[in-house]
């Protein structure tokens, strides 16, 4: 199948803005996700929109999305060294209950 | 409330041994599911169980790979007569019903198996 798209690797400042881009793969998908894992963990979900929706804002998280290009990105505002972790961007499979991810980008917070 | 445990963390396998990952879900739930992430690549669905009942399995290679969720105990992965191309990171997920849009599932910390 196709692949969801990330790139693998971003390094900011402690303080600036952080965006993690995603492109996916179905244009149907009625709804997308951005996971985080922290070294040693799981991947524990940290929000997620609806494809009715072009962006969708929590604290100091914003997402966007553009559905003509499937391009999804996370802004992290304020970017502090404990945001240091992989980002996954995932789309639902057919099933709906499954899920396709991508590579994962690695975000490095330097002080 | 523990989170979805897995163990072990790592496995080491020689070629050909056998593979046994386990995977305990959260509390009450009755969900499981299998992804594997191969180096360099995004997690891929492989199996959906509930309890005693594969769901679907279409993300199970044909051979070597199963998966159970006894009644009683965690879920296990199994992979036969391991080769290098099965090294790979191994997250289980858990949900209290089928996930969907509305219904979260928690992951795991994840098994890396090493085949040597």
């Known amino acids: 199948g196709e692949d969801v798209e990330q790139s693998l690797f971003l390094s900011v400042r402690e303080g600036d803005s952080s965006v993690i881009n995603c492109t996916y793969t179905d244009s149907s998908s009625t709804y997308l996700y951005w996971y985080k894992q922290e070294p040693g963990a799981g991947l524990q979900l940290l929000t997620y929109i609806f494809s009715n929706m072009d962006m969708k804002q929590d604290q100091r998280l914003t997402v966007l999305l553009n559905k003509k290009d499937k391009h999804l990105s996370l802004r992290i505002a304020d970017t502090q060294t404990g945001d240091s972790a992989i980002y996954f961007c995932?789309?639902?499979?057919?099933?709906?209950?499954?899920?396709?991810f991508g590579k994962g980008t690695s975000l490095l917070v330097t002080p | 409330n523990a989170g979805v445990m897995q163990n072990p963390r790592h496995l080491v396998r020689r070629r050909g041994q056998e593979a046994r990952l386990r995977c305990s879900p959260m509390k009450g739930h009755s969900h499981v599911y299998w992804y594997r992430q191969l180096p360099e690549e995004g997690l891929k669905f492989m199996v959906y169980?509930?309890?005693?009942?594969?769901?679907?399995e279409s993300g199970m290679p044909k051979e070597r790979f199963s998966a159970e969720f006894p009644k009683e105990g965690p879920s296990i992965l199994r992979i036969q007569q391991v080769v290098r191309g099965d090294s790979a990171a191994y997250f289980c997920?858990?949900?209290?019903?089928?996930?969907?849009?509305?219904?979260?599932?928690?992951f795991g910390q994840g098994t890396r198996l090493t085949v040597v």
């Open positions: 995932a789309e639902p499979l057919d099933s709906g209950y499954a899920l396709n």
């Open positions: 169980l509930q309890k005693e009942n594969i769901i679907d």
């Open positions: 997920a858990s949900s209290p019903r089928p996930k969907d849009r509305n219904t979260e599932a928690f």
